[in-house]
């Protein structure tokens, strides 16, 4: 009979909810800040890693917006995608669908192109190992509607290397409905459709992403438990919920990871995933998520299984 950890281990898996950007671990956030002069605000590896305590999600996007600052040439992204990608193949994962923030690089003045190339080439590499990958572009929430109109109009000649777009960044004060009017432009391109709800906003924030927005997959989604009439909707719908446990536990959307969802979200019957988010900053890769997650709550092999089941099911692959 096999451990829990050799059934998390040798179970194929898609990850659906990893920002790539999340995956800047110390070390190349080092060695990308040296080839590229630019000045860190730590001494050392040791330094930056006892940064990563964090009380809530705002703490979090501080340091992770001050840490891409090292990304800047072509080669940055493609080091930075590669590695999260070959991590994600030795976790079993078969499929990813990956989001990154345009918004957060255009903004310092790298240009789409350099971004999307480098990216772009990593998952042609990935797709040579035998581990598909598409990427979502998300919209930055605390920033304009207007803004987001623009970032969609300059990725318009990227279109076909485009699976969705999402929404991320911080989300309390900030609903999904201020970005309904671009969110039906990427329906029209026909780009799938996905956005952060239900983290640290309020159920209603989940209702505005599947009505305003019409997203096809919540990411999060931990609130929506709140609503009876949210999780019915969740379940008779068939929405996925793309759950990161240790990204919980990091940000104190749970106070402990043995007060996690996951179980009660399988036993409701919602279409619960388990994904890694930012992994560099919380701890841990998928195969990490399921494994302190699944001691956590007591998942059982069969747990382990539905979790990975869902993952592809969700997916947006063919």
Same mark, same amino acid.
């Given at each position: ?23 800047l671990e ?11 002069? #630019? ?16 009380? =809530? ?5 501080? $340091? ?107 989300? #309390? ?15 029209? $391109? ?15 924030? #989940? ?17 929506a438990l ?62 990490? =998520? ?6 956590? #709550? ?11 089941? =869902? ?7 063919t």
């Amino acid at each position: 009979m096999p451990t829990l950890n050799e059934v998390i281990r040798s179970t194929p898996k898609a990850e659906l909810h990893i920002h790539v950007e999340g995956s800047l671990e110390p070390g190349m956030m080092f060695d990308l800040a040296r080839r590229n002069g #630019v000045s860190l605000p730590y001494r050392t590896v040791d330094e930056v890693r006892r940064a990563y305590s964090f009380n =809530n999600l705002q703490e979090f996007l501080d $340091l992770y917006y001050e840490g891409m600052n090292v990304l800047r040439t072509e080669e940055d992204y493609f080091a930075l995608a590669d590695a999260y990608l070959r991590r994600a193949a030795a976790d079993n994962v078969v499929h990813v669908e990956m989001f990154f923030d345009p918004q957060a690089h255009t903004g310092r003045g790298v240009p789409l192109r350099t971004l999307m190339d480098g990216l772009d080439r990593a998952i042609a590499r990935s797709r040579e190992r035998g581990v598909s990958v598409s990427l979502i572009l998300c919209f930055l929430r605390h920033l304009s509607e207007r803004e987001a109109f623009e970032t969609l109009e300059a990725a318009e000649p990227y279109r076909d290397r485009l699976l969705g777009v999402g929404l991320d960044s911080s989300e #309390v004060g900030h609903p999904p409905s201020k970005f309904s009017r671009v969110f039906e432009a990427a329906r029209d $391109l026909g780009l799938r459709l996905v956005a952060h709800a239900g983290e640290e906003g309020p159920p209603e924030y #989940v209702w505005e992403a599947l009505d305003t927005l019409g997203v096809e997959r919540i990411d999060h989604g931990n609130r929506a438990l709140e609503d009876e009439a949210l999780v019915a909707r969740l379940r008779d719908d068939r929405i996925p919920l793309t759950v990161c446990p240790l990204s919980n536990l990091e940000l104190r959307v749970v106070e402990d990871l043995k007060a996690h969802p996951i179980k009660r979200m399988l036993d409701l019957g919602l279409v619960a995933t388990v994904n890694s988010d930012d992994p560099a900053y919380f701890g841990g890769y998928i195969n990490e =998520n399921f494994r302190q997650v699944a001691e956590a #709550v007591d998942l059982s092999t069969e747990d382990i299984e539905t979790l990975a089941r =869902n993952s592809l099911a969700a997916s947006f692959a063919t």
